[in-house]
């Protein structure tokens, strides 16, 4: 049991601050005051879907994410009932 949360916790830690890298090299969208006088710039054909940059963080991210909260979840059943 103890090895359990040992890997889980390096694991949840790992994930942790790979979700803060990702969030920090992710691109903010400040569209905010400049779109609603001027409208927005880029269209949605513009940029190409799944190939930018900015979406292929955000799939990591999403990933991420997911790793984390299963590892989560798992702890916390296999706590619920072995410990």
Do not use: C, H, P, W
């Amino acid at each position: 049991m103890a090895v359990v949360n040992i890997i889980s916790g390096i694991i949840l830690v790992i994930a942790s601050i790979a979700i803060i890298l990702a969030v920090l090299f992710s691109d903010t969208n400040n569209s905010g005051l400049n779109s609603a006088i001027g409208g927005s710039q880029d269209s949605f054909f513009g940029r190409n879907g799944g190939n930018t940059r900015e979406a292929k963080i955000n799939k990591a991210t999403a990933i991420i994410v997911g790793v984390f909260f299963v590892v989560a979840l798992v702890v916390n059943v296999i706590s619920a009932y072995l410990g």
